[in-house]
């Protein structure tokens, strides 16, 4: 099959050479055996890199071939024990580094699955949502515009279709498509109007097709092996600490020359001298570093994903501590998207739909309050009819209750025409749709086109503005009559009144034609209609919604809603829920027309709610926005969204109603389409960024202590007090576990109570650059003071290498409980709150005590067994890290208190 010209088989050759049925689709049991037969429907990837692979790139670091060498010549010169502590440490600090690249692949890993492509494919005559590794080829596909199209598909049917192909053949424009069989021997990818291809997306229109190849038999498998998985960027933080790293590599070097050179002036072993330069070389460079914010940005997305938002792309995950204002639309991110039919309009009488929700139950009462009569009912008919025939939706019965399959809005006029005795089914056997003109948001209308019995008759649903404008007549009970503009402006009313109450209104329209127009167009199919009445649905706002906006203010956020829907609903909504605020304005698409930039500009700071726009609007709204400053996160479904999403900071696409072109310009994906999962959102991107600054600050503050501590007790003529090994074990086993338990800190009470932090922040701002300083130069005296009060004392060399070994270790330890937060004490945080941090403390301390306690542990690191009073006297100086910066978190609260 793999040379089969498809494109030349008209539609029902295809299906019988795939053994396919084009209303059915395949039986589930014959799927799954195709499956097996054909594998998944999946481009090869690369394999991941085994261990071995990950062992020798963490042997490849500048570091750890300096360690190396210095271990080859400790051998060289007789040290053996020197030598193969070395090495121990090494492999140690390698083992530790895989452990924690493999859990950061594996998380990132699980990202992407949990953002794979889907596909509408109907089995045994219903519709379902696959996996696109889950399709066979046979399979019958439904597409709409926006959706990816998941294999090699031949054309069955298609209204108003065009592709976007570039990813296959680099045409920038859409192709337009057509089911007409092509007869002809050789015939070019971009040629082939009744094909579909794997990688290309719908930009217009619907499709039905049958899946024709799969996998690496598509026309992309075949050059899959050009396309390499795409590299993951580092975030702009990952970049400056890397620069920052190489800064730290030069001020290493100078120091270790001027370590080595006084050491040999003060006639110090030479090669003591070596060793702990190189020792210092590794202290003075937080190796561990890049490895823990890799982990942390690992662990922090996958902390997001529970909280169902998908982050795509790293960066976003900085970002979003930066954002100051949220653009969200308003249907199933604001509201609950469980879209009810609560009222329908027809010939001058309001009627009222009880029910809610998707089950077709309920009843249509009159305006006294009593249940309608058959003739009435019966007067409803072609509304409820052209409702539910230009409605593409399903509502089906599952163990949980009535779902919708497709758009919710659709689905309530499906589910209102049930509770009349209209089904789907049925009508679509006496009305079958002929024709049709797919929504469009630039036209916010559907129009579909069917034969009634012999009668061509066309319904036209929309935004009730547009509906109306187009309308020539109004069906009355009785007859038509012309709509004049007395009676269209008493529909508009209607329409507003439906609106201020908080209620979205659809339009219906309908005309009759003698045939279907040949030539379909909104120009001609979309003029002269009857206007036939009005539905009013009502979806509710989510109830977490308003909480997540106050959060949001309280934040120094601005929310802002953009949406299709009249302005008086949106106001209304934008009001309950806290965004639309005394002195805000709210503006529409028409009145966004009439503006250039520079008018734009001047507003966009005082407009909370724009309604009535495009989303060629949003683009303009997020230019205005970035032209003052601001960090926009903005939310999108559509096709049309893309550009916006893109172009804004952070863009946020809707897990459910989202199509694949939205999530693919998106740097986020919420699961759930909740406004409430994006504020979660921020509160995880501020407290990563926040434990990735403690874990900074942390690791230079031990490394400066071990610089501060060595220095200047070999400027006093002390020797080091420290060994070379135990330098190697504080820096690569020691502080590592803690620095990775400050990433996992949980979120800070009070977080979402700041204002955003400045992007073009530095990592070291916010007093962390001094706090390094100072709690270094503190830890490292701390060492220095048990080491000097040790040699006073008269213990020996290897027990006042011993005190400094423990005092630098355990203030280390005992300071990484300092770092949780740079303003509240560990007290009113709570110990058991990070539970990891008191893990790694356990182990690293347990780690220390071993190599003073065994015998043969202490003939390698060069330590002593110390006498009681000595353990209390060091044990006593690694607790004054924890006073003393108890002390200046007070200070800092007091100076933060109002006058």
Same mark, same amino acid.
């Given at each position: 099959?793999e040379?089969?010209?498809?494109?030349?088989?008209?539609?029902q050759e295809?299906?019988l050479?795939?053994?396919?049925?084009?209303?059915q689709?395949l039986?589930?049991?014959?799927a799954?055996a195709r499956?097996?037969a054909h594998?998944?429907n999946?481009?090869q990837?690369?394999?991941p890199r085994?261990?071995f692979?990950?062992?020798?790139?963490?042997?490849?670091e500048i570091l750890v071939?300096?360690?190396?060498?210095a271990?080859?010549i400790s051998?060289m010169?007789g040290e053996?024990e020197?030598?193969i502590?070395i090495l121990?440490?090494?492999?140690?600090?390698?083992?530790?580094?895989?452990i924690?690249?493999?859990?950061?692949e594996?998380?990132?890993?699980?990202?992407?699955?949990l953002?794979k492509p889907?596909?509408?494919v109907?089995?045994d005559g219903?519709?379902?949502?696959?996996?696109a590794?889950e399709?066979?080829p046979?399979d019958?596909i439904?597409?709409?515009?926006?959706d990816?199209v998941?294999?090699?598909l031949?054309l069955i049917?298609g209204a108003s279709?065009?592709s976007n192909?570039s990813a296959?053949?680099?045409?920038?424009l859409?192709?337009?498509k057509d089911p007409?069989?092509?007869?002809a021997d050789?015939?070019?990818?971009?040629?082939?109007?009744?094909?579909l291809f794997?990688?290309?997306?719908i930009?217009g $229109?619907?499709?039905?097709?049958?899946?024709?190849e799969t996998g690496?038999?598509t026309?992309?498998?075949?050059i899959?092996?050009?396309l390499?998985e795409?590299?993951?960027?580092p975030?702009p933080?990952q970049?400056r600490l890397?620069?920052?790293g190489k800064?730290l590599?030069?001020?290493?070097v100078?120091?270790v020359?001027?370590?080595?050179?006084?050491?040999?002036?003060r006639?110090?072993?030479?090669l003591?001298m070596?060793m702990?330069?190189?020792s210092?070389?590794?202290a003075?460079?937080?190796?561990g570093?890049p490895?823990?914010?890799?982990?942390?940005?690992?662990?922090?997305?996958?902390?997001m994903?529970?909280?169902?938002?998908?982050i795509?792309?790293?960066?976003a995950?900085e970002?979003l501590?930066?954002?100051?204002v949220i653009c969200?639309d308003k249907?199933?991110t604001?509201?609950?998207?469980?879209?009810t039919?609560t009222s329908?309009y027809?010939?001058?009488r309001?009627?009222?739909i009880?029910g809610?929700g998707?089950?077709p139950?309920g009843a249509?009462?009159?305006?006294d309050?009593?249940?309608?009569?058959?003739?009435?009912l019966?007067?409803?008919?072609?509304t409820?009819l052209g409702g539910?025939?230009?409605?593409?939706?399903q509502?089906?019965?599952?163990?949980k209750g009535?779902?919708?399959?497709?758009?919710?809005?659709?689905g309530?006029l499906?589910?209102?025409a049930?509770?009349a005795?209209l089904?789907?089914?049925?009508?679509?056997?006496t009305?079958?749709?002929?024709?049709?003109?797919?929504?469009?948001?630039?036209?916010?209308?559907?129009?579909?086109?069917h034969?009634m019995? $012999?009668?061509?008759?066309?319904f036209t649903?929309?935004?009730?503005?547009?509906?109306v404008?187009?309308?020539?007549h109004v069906l009355?009970r009785e007859?038509?009559?012309v709509l004049d503009?007395?009676y269209?402006?008493q529909l508009?009313?209607?329409?507003s009144?439906f609106?201020?109450?908080?209620?979205?209104?659809?339009?219906?329209?309908?005309r009759?034609?003698?045939?279907?127009?040949?030539s379909l167009?909104a120009?001609?199919?979309?003029r002269?209609?009857?206007f036939i009445?009005?539905?009013?649905l009502q979806d509710p706002p989510?109830?977490?919604?308003k909480?997540?906006?106050?959060?949001?203010?309280?934040a120094?956020i601005?929310?802002?809603?953009i949406?299709?829907d009249?302005?008086d609903?949106?106001?209304a909504?934008?009001?309950?829920?806290g965004?639309?605020?005394?002195g805000?304005d709210s503006?529409t698409?028409?009145?966004l027309e009439?503006?250039?930039e520079?008018?734009?500009?001047g507003?966009v700071?005082h407009?909370?709610?724009f309604?009535?726009v495009?989303?060629?609007?949003?683009?303009r709204?997020v230019?205005a926005l970035k032209?003052?400053?601001?960090i926009?996160?903005?939310?999108g479904?559509?096709v049309n969204?893309?550009?916006?999403?893109?172009?804004a900071?952070?863009?946020?696409?809707?897990?459910i109603? $989202?199509t694949e072109?939205?999530?693919e310009a998106s740097?986020?994906?919420l699961?759930d389409?909740?406004?409430a999962t994006?504020v979660?959102?921020?509160?995880?991107?501020r407290t990563?960024?926040?434990n990735?600054?403690?874990?900074?600050q942390?690791?230079l503050s031990?490394?400066t202590?071990?610089?501060?501590?060595?220095f200047?007790?070999l400027?006093?003529g002390l020797?080091s007090?420290?060994?070379p090994i135990?330098i190697?074990?504080?820096n690569?086993?020691t502080?590592g576990?803690?620095?990775?338990a400050?990433g996992?800190e949980p979120?800070?009470?009070g977080i979402?109570g700041r204002?955003?932090?400045?992007?073009?922040?530095?990592?070291f701002? $916010?007093g962390?650059g001094?706090a390094?300083?100072?709690?270094?130069l503190?830890i490292g005296l701390?060492?220095?003071?048990a080491?000097?009060?040790?040699?006073?004392?008269?213990?020996?060399?290897?027990?006042a290498?011993t005190?400094a070994?423990?005092?630098?270790a355990?203030?280390?330890?005992?300071h990484?409980?300092?770092?949780?937060?740079?303003?509240?004490s560990l007290f009113?945080l709570?110990?058991?709150?990070n539970?990891?941090l008191i893990?790694?403390?356990l182990?690293s301390?347990?780690?220390l005590f071993?190599?003073?306690?065994?015998?043969f542990?202490?003939?390698i690191?060069?330590?002593?067994?110390?006498?009681?009073?000595?353990w209390?006297?060091?044990?006593?100086l690694?607790l004054?890290?924890?006073l003393?910066?108890?002390?200046?978190k007070?200070w800092?609260r007091y100076?933060?208190?109002?006058?």
């Amino acid at each position: 099959m793999e040379d089969k010209k498809w494109y030349s088989l008209d539609v029902q050759e295809a299906c019988l050479e795939l053994g396919a049925n084009p209303e059915q689709g395949l039986a589930a049991i014959e799927a799954a055996a195709r499956l097996q037969a054909h594998g998944p429907n999946a481009l090869q990837k690369k394999p991941p890199r085994s261990l071995f692979s990950m062992f020798i790139g963490q042997m490849k670091e500048i570091l750890v071939l300096i360690l190396v060498v210095a271990a080859v010549i400790s051998g060289m010169l007789g040290e053996w024990e020197d030598a193969i502590v070395i090495l121990v440490i090494v492999i140690l600090n390698a083992v530790i580094g895989i452990i924690q690249e493999n859990k950061a692949e594996n998380a990132l890993k699980a990202l992407k699955d949990l953002t794979k492509p889907s596909a509408k494919v109907v089995r045994d005559g219903k519709v379902m949502q696959l996996s696109a590794e889950e399709v066979v080829p046979g399979d019958l596909i439904l597409l709409d515009a926006g959706d990816s199209v998941p294999a090699d598909l031949r054309l069955i049917e298609g209204a108003s279709l065009r592709s976007n192909e570039s990813a296959l053949t680099g045409e920038s424009l859409p192709v337009e498509k057509d089911p007409a069989a092509i007869k002809a021997d050789q015939v070019s990818i971009g040629d082939r109007k009744n094909m579909l291809f794997m990688g290309a997306t719908i930009t217009g $229109g619907r499709a039905k097709a049958i899946a024709v190849e799969t996998g690496m038999k598509t026309q992309l498998g075949r050059i899959a092996q050009l396309l390499d998985e795409a590299v993951i960027e580092p975030t702009p933080l990952q970049q400056r600490l890397g620069k920052m790293g190489k800064i730290l590599g030069i001020a290493a070097v100078v120091i270790v020359s001027l370590v080595l050179l006084i050491g040999l002036w003060r006639g110090e072993n030479m090669l003591d001298m070596f060793m702990i330069a190189i020792s210092l070389a590794v202290a003075a460079v937080p190796e561990g570093l890049p490895a823990v914010v890799t982990i942390v940005l690992a662990l922090g997305v996958t902390r997001m994903s529970r909280h169902r938002a998908i982050i795509r792309k790293l960066p976003a995950v900085e970002t979003l501590g930066t954002a100051t204002v949220i653009c969200s639309d308003k249907t199933g991110t604001l509201t609950k998207n469980e879209m009810t039919a609560t009222s329908v309009y027809n010939a001058g009488r309001l009627f009222e739909i009880t029910g809610t929700g998707y089950a077709p139950e309920g009843a249509f009462l009159d305006q006294d309050g009593s249940e309608v009569s058959p003739a009435t009912l019966a007067s409803l008919h072609l509304t409820l009819l052209g409702g539910l025939l230009n409605s593409d939706a399903q509502v089906e019965a599952t163990e949980k209750g009535y779902q919708v399959i497709g758009d919710p809005t659709e689905g309530a006029l499906v589910v209102a025409a049930a509770k009349a005795g209209l089904t789907r089914e049925a009508s679509r056997q006496t009305s079958p749709r002929i024709a049709e003109l797919p929504f469009d948001s630039d036209r916010k209308m559907m129009t579909t086109f069917h034969n009634m019995e $012999g009668v061509f008759r066309s319904f036209t649903k929309g935004a009730p503005d547009v509906v109306v404008e187009r309308c020539t007549h109004v069906l009355l009970r009785e007859e038509t009559a012309v709509l004049d503009e007395e009676y269209r402006k008493q529909l508009l009313a209607i329409n507003s009144q439906f609106a201020s109450q908080g209620q979205r209104v659809l339009a219906l329209a309908s005309r009759l034609w003698q045939e279907v127009p040949l030539s379909l167009a909104a120009a001609t199919a979309e003029r002269e209609l009857t206007f036939i009445g009005f539905f009013a649905l009502q979806d509710p706002p989510r109830p977490e919604a308003k909480d997540a906006v106050a959060r949001c203010h309280s934040a120094g956020i601005r929310t802002v809603m953009i949406t299709g829907d009249h302005r008086d609903t949106a106001v209304a909504i934008a009001r309950d829920l806290g965004i639309l605020q005394p002195g805000d304005d709210s503006l529409t698409g028409d009145q966004l027309e009439q503006m250039n930039e520079e008018q734009l500009n001047g507003v966009v700071n005082h407009v909370s709610v724009f309604a009535r726009v495009s989303p060629e609007h949003k683009l303009r709204i997020v230019d205005a926005l970035k032209y003052h400053g601001h960090i926009v996160a903005m939310t999108g479904d559509g096709v049309n969204d893309a550009p916006a999403l893109k172009r804004a900071d952070i863009g946020a696409a809707m897990g459910i109603s $989202g199509t694949e072109v939205a999530k693919e310009a998106s740097d986020m994906v919420l699961q759930d389409d909740n406004f409430a999962t994006i504020v979660q959102a921020v509160e995880e991107g501020r407290t990563i960024y926040n434990n990735i600054r403690g874990s900074v600050q942390y690791l230079l503050s031990c490394n400066t202590g071990e610089i501060v501590a060595i220095f200047t007790s070999l400027l006093l003529g002390l020797g080091s007090p420290l060994s070379p090994i135990q330098i190697l074990w504080l820096n690569l086993v020691t502080d590592g576990p803690p620095a990775l338990a400050l990433g996992l800190e949980p979120p800070q009470k009070g977080i979402m109570g700041r204002p955003p932090r400045d992007p073009k922040e530095g990592i070291f701002a $916010g007093g962390v650059g001094a706090a390094i300083l100072w709690q270094g130069l503190m830890i490292g005296l701390l060492s220095l003071t048990a080491y000097w009060f040790a040699l006073a004392w008269g213990r020996t060399l290897q027990e006042a290498h011993t005190m400094a070994f423990v005092a630098m270790a355990m203030s280390q330890l005992v300071h990484s409980f300092n770092i949780r937060s740079t303003e509240l004490s560990l007290f009113t945080l709570k110990l058991g709150t990070n539970r990891s941090l008191i893990y790694a403390f356990l182990v690293s301390a347990a780690a220390l005590f071993i190599v003073i306690l065994v015998p043969f542990l202490r003939n390698i690191f060069g330590t002593a067994l110390l006498a009681p009073s000595d353990w209390a006297f060091v044990l006593s100086l690694s607790l004054i890290p924890l006073l003393l910066v108890e002390i200046s978190k007070l200070w800092r609260r007091y100076q933060k208190k109002p006058a």
